[in-house]
């Protein structure tokens, strides 16, 4: 597995035990932060629920952190469920209609959300009310089902796959981006005090320099460094036991994976653009992983570049690992 992709069920309790429990705790992203604080506190003074949020941005950013965050800051508690886990109309139909007013629904990865379902939520999003189709085919009934005015939380790693018009029903967007190095220092050493481990400044520093921008992979980082502090029996965990974890890991100064650097040796190697599902199939990870986890990362530090035709390993993408980069051959530019 990829380090830093989605989360397994230890990462889901760990990630539980060290959410934010308010809004003060979460770190960072101050302007998403200060917009739904405005906006809750608005629809509190009005007795309203809370417009319908849609949060955007790759994995571990806190959009699951934040949906928690919005129903604690309007006094009410969340309903959880995902796109992939609403099959049936029946399902999110049960979900829906006992909801309790001002209530809560996240919906993770709603970009997952089966096309058939969409209908339903519109209706109980703007109309507080769904159709349930009794019997289907001509003629078939159907009964109106009213729903409790609710707020809900979409997250999406990929926001532009939903459709326009579901996207124009959340009153409130917000797009989370990676992490500054500073604010993965302060969610480490909060975290660290939390698990009860000493973690000194400059190990905090290195660790949160090679998360790529992402809490959840510092906060992984820490787990492995935390047990190899452990086993050498010290205290705390300085910058030396820092590195050596990060070393085991295999995690380099840029925050690459092997398989980061797997995929950038075989984008060098073929010396060609190369389209996602062919590059998929080379290093022998899902299109999604790849697109969503991975390339964000290579693309933000200038590692690869998109085309037209594919991607291409950038000139610094050589450097990186170590290699000179092939002469153009004459007439074409390199990489261009
Ligand atoms: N801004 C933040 N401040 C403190 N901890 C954070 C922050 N954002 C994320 N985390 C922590 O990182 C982990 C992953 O966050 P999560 O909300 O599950 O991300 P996402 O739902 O976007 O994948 C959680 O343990 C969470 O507590
Ligand atoms: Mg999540």
Redesign the pocket.
């Known amino acids: 597995m990829v380090f830093h992709e989605q989360p397994d069920p230890t990462d889901r309790e760990f990630?539980r035990s060290?959410?934010?429990a308010t809004f003060q705790?979460?770190?960072?992203?101050e302007q998403i932060r200060d917009n739904l604080a405005i906006a809750i506190r608005a629809a509190r003074e009005r007795g309203e629920p809370l417009d319908h949020v849609l949060l955007c941005?790759p994995?571990?950013?806190?959009?699951?952190?934040l949906a928690h965050l919005i129903a604690q800051g309007m006094g009410t508690d969340v309903v959880v469920t995902s796109g992939p886990a609403l099959g049936a109309p029946k399902d999110l139909a049960g979900t829906l209609t006992r909801l309790r007013r001002d209530q809560v629904l996240f919906i993770d990865e709603i970009h997952r959300l089966p096309k058939a379902l969409e209908e339903y939520l519109y209706s109980a999003m703007e109309d507080h009310a769904i159709d349930v189709v009794l019997d289907p085919g001509p003629g078939g009934r159907s009964v109106r089902l009213g729903v409790q005015p609710f707020t809900l939380v979409g997250?999406t790693t990929r926001e532009g796959l939903l459709t326009a018009p579901f996207r124009s029903r959340f009153g409130i967007v917000e797009r989370l981006e990676p992490y500054p190095t500073g604010d993965l220092e302060q969610?480490l050493i909060r975290a660290a005090r939390r698990l009860s481990v000493a973690l000194e400044p400059d190990a905090a520093t290195l660790c949160a320099e090679r998360s790529r921008g992402t809490?959840?992979m510092s906060?992984r980082i820490l787990r492995r460094v935390r047990d190899l502090a452990q086993v050498k029996q010290k205290t705390t965990i300085d910058a030396v036991t820092a590195r050596e974890g990060l070393d085991r890991l295999r995690i380099d100064h840029l925050g690459l994976e092997e398989v980061d650097r797997k995929l950038l040796r075989a984008l060098i190697q073929r010396g060609d653009a190369v389209g996602l599902k062919t590059l998929a199939a080379m290093i022998d990870e899902a299109e999604d992983t790849l697109e969503d986890v991975l390339e964000p990362h290579l693309l933000r530090c200038g590692l690869i570049a998109r085309t037209p035709r594919g991607r291409v390993a950038t000139a610094a993408a050589h450097t990186h690992l170590g290699l000179t980069e092939p002469r153009p051959r004459t007439g074409e530019l390199p990489f261009a």
Do not use: N, S, Y
């Not at 705790?25 to 992203?29: A, D, S, Y």
């Not at 994995?59 to 952190?65: R, S």
């Open positions: 990630d060290l959410r934010p705790e979460f770190v960072g992203q941005g994995p571990g950013l806190g959009k699951t952190t997250a969610i809490p959840r906060l």
